[in-house]
């Protein structure tokens, strides 16, 4: 079965870094979008940042310049990578991952995700 695992989440001031890795086992599929999403107390989840197969990436506005999305294919990971954090990036973090053609754009909402990982937490103080 698809299994995706989150970690490297944690407290860190404002203005620090933090990379999250989820690893993901199980799932076979050639042509998918994977991306992170995270959600606050009370609010929606929200898309952060999406990849593609073919390493097409997008980001959302809110984190765009501070945050980067990568994967390596090797290792079956992909990562978050988090620099400049304000206390306004605090959520629960997530990765997901849809199969299937993105034709060069990943769905941004999380609806459009099958399979989701159980979360790692970001805090970040002022």
């Known amino acids: 079965q698809v299994q995706l695992v989150e970690s490297g989440g944690g407290s860190v001031q404002a203005g620090g870094s933090l990379r999250l890795s989820c690893v993901v086992s199980g799932f076979t599929y050639s042509r998918y979008c994977m991306g992170w999403f995270r959600q606050a107390p009370g609010a929606e989840r929200e898309d952060v940042a999406l990849?593609?197969?073919?390493?097409?990436?997008s980001t959302a506005e809110s984190v765009r310049g501070r945050f980067a999305i990568s994967q390596d294919n090797a290792k079956n990971t992909l990562y978050l990578q988090m620099n400049s954090l304000i206390p306004g990036d605090t959520a629960m973090y997530y990765c997901?991952?849809?199969?299937?053609?993105?034709?060069?754009?990943?769905?941004?909402?999380?609806?459009?995700?099958?399979?989701w990982g159980q979360g790692t937490q970001v805090t970040v103080s002022s």
């Open positions: 997901a991952a849809r199969p299937g053609d993105s034709g060069g754009y990943c769905y941004r909402r999380p609806a459009e995700y099958s399979y």
């Open positions: 990849i593609d197969n073919d390493g097409i990436k």
